[in-house]
């Protein structure tokens, strides 16, 4: 799955528009959040416009992927990335958490059919991935062709439930499952290792009989390389524990936690914001 230089270049170039809509939308919202959305823009990018196979055209197209976001407070990034890829108008992410939108703060499956599945409570996204892989298992046997890609982030990892998920996953050997771990060491009130430490973390996923990769999540060929290897894995699911830089794109909000659950509001956070990110209001 090796990337070519110009196909780096092209996910760059689409990645940066993406942030730019993250930051637009949340600005038009006043509210949501911006941390999680920002630093998972390139793994988005990689996954809609290289890795996925999927049809904005045909959305419910049965041989399709599954991505399924348990994080998802982090929507802003999954609409944007959706809204460029074609599954609608990039115009209309300017609806984002207003009355009567598609686009709401977590992801409504019924107002929005191209979702896989709405999310809310943080842990449970791993757990329906895994009903969601097992399911396609008895129906179509090992070889299916499908991937299931289930985003979360991890703070979300002090949910119990994700652990239930992750022992069962590795007993059935749900080798079409690729976990991808937002790692970027904040939560809502703190950083991760102070509010309950996670570390040493890969070594927790190798004990439920994970493979498991860890790569900087803003380098493409990190992200190539370690799905690549997760798709050569055929006796146990996969996790890709991504590195990232909280607030990506805009130097003077990362690696700040307090940007985690709010929005650019003020003239001067919202100037600094297009300025990192090259928007010209």
Request: aromatic content about 8%.
């Amino acid at each position: 799955m090796s990337l070519t230089p110009e196909k780096i270049k092209f996910l760059e170039t689409k990645a940066l528009d993406i942030r730019r809509s993250i930051i637009e939308s949340l600005i038009e919202a006043k509210s949501g959040h911006t941390a999680g959305p920002l630093d998972m823009a390139d793994i988005f990018t990689y996954l809609y416009f290289h890795a996925l196979k999927h049809d904005p055209k045909k959305p419910a197209w049965p041989y399709r992927d599954r991505l399924i976001l348990s994080n998802g407070h982090i929507c802003p990034v999954l609409y944007a990335t959706m809204a460029h890829a074609g599954y609608f108008p990039i115009s209309e992410l300017a609806t984002l958490r207003k009355l009567g939108s598609r686009l709401q703060g977590h992801p409504h499956r019924d107002w929005l059919p191209m979702l896989e599945t709405s999310s809310g409570p943080l842990g449970a996204g791993l757990s329906q991935a895994v009903g969601m892989t097992l399911a396609d298992r008895i129906d179509n046997g090992r070889t299916s062709g499908k991937y299931f890609y289930c985003l979360l982030g991890d703070g979300e990892l002090d949910e119990g439930n994700n652990w239930e998920a992750i022992m069962f996953a590795g007993k059935e050997k749900l080798h079409n499952l690729i976990a991808i771990v937002d790692r970027n060491n904040i939560q809502i009130d703190g950083f991760t290792e102070d509010i309950m430490p996670l570390n040493p973390l890969p070594d927790k996923w190798r004990a439920f009989n994970w493979h498991v990769t860890e790569i900087d999540g803003h380098n493409f060929n990190d992200i190539d390389r370690a799905v690549g290897e997760a798709k050569a894995v055929f006796d146990k699911p996969s996790v890709i524990i991504a590195n990232t830089i909280s607030s990506k794109g805009i130097p003077a909000f990362e690696r700040k936690y307090e940007w985690h659950g709010k929005p650019p509001t003020t003239s001067e956070e919202i100037m600094i914001a297009r300025k990192a990110l090259g928007i010209v209001a």
